[in-house]
């Protein structure tokens, strides 16, 4: 790295430093925030060290401690990846100062390679938890030599380069594709949905290839199987394993040297058309060739929910954050149409010993994770951004504005939701009463979620944002809206499930319903208050 | 002083999607000590080739060379020598002015000593120099046009090419800026900016160029082009000859 790459990455990580904020912020307020912020991402880093040393301890207890290591590098890898890929567009290309910088006499190649680095510099915190949690399961169960320490954390540097390169190079790749095309924003959101998709196809893949080779019936045998076998494919895991196992000098070379190796190579590409596919994405000429014809009119909340859909499509970010959950939905659905739903079951649960009649209750719940994990009410608030002007100076209360926003998720939700629903009430062969009290609880979990999503929108709004991935995925309206959803859906589909084996299913769909409908109306509640 | 060429536009075409040009054939010198005024109506293609001079926006059609260095293939060295100002700049808000303007100084490898001499010297004639321990995001639109100047005046550039410079500031700080272009032009910088602004170019400029629909429409000094004539009368007049 030269030394205006220092430069630029120190002013990247300064310019949406939280702590550059509030040391120089008078706004207590926003100060208070700030802590609340930190406090709030605190919490959650420590709960992700709790889980991730449960886990190694889990696996200690049941004699897979030599696993830990590979277990670790796939985690680790498998984040690092998915997470870049819904970066990238926002990150490296299509971002608001690409003006200034590239005015500046960086390259187009520092300019890339620095924001890939603020990218791999950011998602360290979460990276290290993991590896520490896990490096100490494995230090409680192995007692290891003491360089075991300092190697296992050092690589732990270096195992996200190599997947986030690879996902960043497949983000280059498909904005350099959209690039050509008038529709680019469209374009590149398809795409990216189908790489993701693609992705989630390969790993079912590769873990049936991994457990197929050895018919090992033992269930703890086979998973270790599988991540060995797992590692065979993914070679960086495998140096990593063997680099902290055995001490491997050849495995730490081939981890450290490929991922910096990787590092030069991909960014010449990128740095030599990086300048072309920005001024595609950024550019757009006026057509000159609009006709007036009749005008529609939109109520206040149709108008607003109106505007909210072309903010989604304007952004691919925002597109592919925003509507992955509902494309998994209709996908599962479709699935559930096209396959024997017994046997998606038992792939999935990897031939837990559960039954179709026993998910009946859950299948709401199991729709809703796809759909419910992202709601547009939680970012738009923060999305405004510097428009925010707009709609504050307009003759409308705060009310309506949210209640358009409100609309608008619904109206994004509702269909694919109970798309996915009726699919799987119809391919399970769910009595009538119980599929129409499941689509039922699957409205009013829409309109929980999108009602929740408002609250925490609302309440952590953040308009001094860099670039807008900082608020679909990184702002704490996010995090505090999906974390405990994720967790409260992960237990309640537990729940249900066990409930559903003792008690009548129409009454616990019933009572879900209520309890839903109720939260629903109070969140609803908060957001007009929050908006007086 | 001798003048010589500092900004060489020549056949500079720029094609969006569809086919249409947004810069049709642009051929235009700007010499060192000019001050050359870049007009047109909205849409004319005049951000399009300011953006295109400064190394931002890619082009396939033409050349543009800074001081003999071509902006396709030696975009380093001219931008070295340049400084820009957007019409609306996008700076890092959550920077404090000093950090900011610091990056810019730490990106040009300006020393300590210099740095703080000509940012004292600018924020004091903007009147910002009490603000800069503020974070931007606290700035309103004049002053963040303030610091994007400060930030493209603090290294010295041969050529400053100002994308509607003048709007959003006050009336003090439009005549600071006046001044300071004066100086620099003495000093040899070539000065390059687009505005709607008749008055203000017919006042600041020696050269002129009128840009409609992507295409020089007229260009010379201003004596040349206007005669006896308002600037305002001029550009009418070629705007209405050209439809």
Redesign the interface.
């Known amino acids: 790295m030269n030394k ?1 790459s220092i ?2 990455l120190r ?1 990247l990580l ?4 939280q702590w ?2 509030y040391k ?3 706004d207590k307020k926003k100060k208070g925030r700030i802590i609340g912020g930190f406090i709030g991402f605190s919490i959650l880093y420590l709960c992700l060290i709790a889980y991730c040393i449960g886990m190694s301890i889990g696996y200690g207890k049941m004699g897979l401690v030599g696993i830990m290591p590979a277990v670790c590098a796939l985690t680790i890898s498998l984040l690092a990846f998915i997470f870049t890929v819904f970066k990238t567009n926002g990150y490296l290309f299509n971002f ?5 910088l ?6 187009p190649g520092t300019v890339a390679g620095c924001k890939f680095m603020y990218m791999y510099v950011k998602s360290l915190p979460w990276n290290v938890s993991i590896s520490v949690a896990m490096l100490i399961g494995y230090a409680i169960y192995t007692a290891p030599a003491i360089w075991v320490y300092p190697v296992w954390l050092i690589l732990t540097l270096f195992l996200p380069v190599i997947p986030m390169i690879v996902a960043a190079f497949i983000g280059f790749l498909i904005a350099k594709v959209s690039a050509g ?2 529709k680019k924003n469209i374009l590149q959101t398809i795409l990216t949905f189908i790489f993701v998709l693609a992705i989630f196809a390969l790993r079912f893949g590769i873990e049936a290839f991994a457990k197929d080779e050895e018919k090992i019936n033992d269930a703890l045998l086979s998973a270790s199987e599988t991540i060995k076998n797992t590692e065979n494919i993914y070679l960086p895991a495998k140096w990593f394993d063997g680099a902290v196992s055995s001490f491997s000098v050849s495995d730490i070379l081939l981890l450290t040297g490929i991922s910096i190796i990787l590092f030069v190579v991909i960014f010449i590409p990128v740095g030599h058309s990086y ?2 596919i ?3 994405l950024k ?6 060739k609009f006709k007036m014809t009749a005008q529609k009119s939109r109520s206040i909340e149709n108008a607003i929910a109106y505007k909210e859909l072309k903010r989604m499509t304007g952004s691919p970010a925002y597109m592919v954050n925003g509507g992955l959950g509902m494309i998994f939905a209709v996908l599962i659905g479709v699935a559930a149409l096209i396959f024997d739903i017994e046997s998606i079951i038992a792939k999935v649960l990897q031939d837990a010993p559960v039954s179709k009649e026993m998910l009946y209750p859950a299948f709401p719940l199991i729709i809703y994770f796809m759909i419910g994990m992202v709601a547009t009410t939680a970012i738009t608030p923060s999305l405004e951004g510097k428009n925010y002007w707009i709609v504050k100076s307009l003759p409308i209360p705060e009310k309506t504005l949210y209640r358009g926003k409100m609309l608008f998720n619904m109206y994004i939700t509702v269909p694919f939701a109970m798309f996915g629903t009726i699919c799987l009430c119809i391919s399970a062969k769910v009595p009538v009463l119980t599929s129409l009290l499941e689509v039922i609880l699957m409205v009013a979990l829409c309109a929980f979620s999108t009602a929740w999503g408002c609250v925490c929108g609302i309440k952590h709004m953040r308009l ?1 944002w ?1 670039n807008e991935i900082e608020v679909i995925k990184q702002s704490s309206a996010v995090a505090i809206y999906m974390f405990p959803n994720m967790f409260a859906t992960m237990i309640l589909v537990v729940l249900v499930v066990i409930l559903g084996m003792h008690m009548n299913l129409n009454l616990i769909l019933a009572v879900l319903i209520l309890i839903v409908t109720l939260l629903a109306w109070l969140c609803y509640r908060k957001v007009m208050k929050l908006s007086k | 002083m001798e003048k010589k060429p500092i900004l060489e536009i020549k056949n500079y075409s720029k094609t969006y999607g569809e086919g249409k040009k947004a810069a049709d054939n642009v051929t235009l010198t700007v010499e060192s000590g000019d001050i050359y005024g870049f007009i047109g109506h909205n849409g004319a293609g005049k951000s399009t080739t300011i953006r295109a001079v400064v190394g931002v926006l890619d082009f396939t059609e033409g050349e543009i060379l800074i001081d003999g260095h071509s902006v396709k293939t030696d975009s380093m060295e001219c931008k070295k020598i340049t400084a820009y100002i957007p019409d609306n700049p996008d700076l890092y808000e959550n920077l404090t002015g000093i950090q900011y303007l610091n990056f810019i100084a730490d990106v040009f490898r300006i020393s300590e000593r210099e740095r703080e001499a000509s940012i004292k010297k600018y924020a004091d004639l903007f009147e910002i120099t009490d603000s800069l321990g503020d974070l931007i995001s606290s700035y309103s639109h004049g002053m963040k046009q303030k610091l994007a100047i400060i930030s493209a005046l603090i290294h010295n550039p041969k050529l400053m090419v100002m994308d509607e410079p003048f709007v959003g500031l006050d009336p003090k700080a439009a005549f600071t800026l006046k001044q300071i272009m004066h100086e620099m032009c003495e000093n040899g910088t070539a000065i390059f900016f687009s505005t709607h602004v008749l008055d203000v170019a017919e006042k600041l400029c020696n050269k002129v160029a009128i840009i409609k629909n992507g295409k020089i429409i007229d260009t010379g000094t201003m004596e040349e082009l206007t005669g006896k004539k308002s600037l305002e009368e001029v550009f009418l007049e070629v705007q209405d000859e050209q439809k």
């Open positions: 205006n430069v630029l002013t300064k310019s949406t430093s550059n904020i120089n912020c008078k608001k100062e690409y003006d200034m590239m005015s500046l006499p960086f390259t095309f008038k300048r072309s920005n001024s595609k550019s757009h000429a006026a057509s000159k001094d860099e």
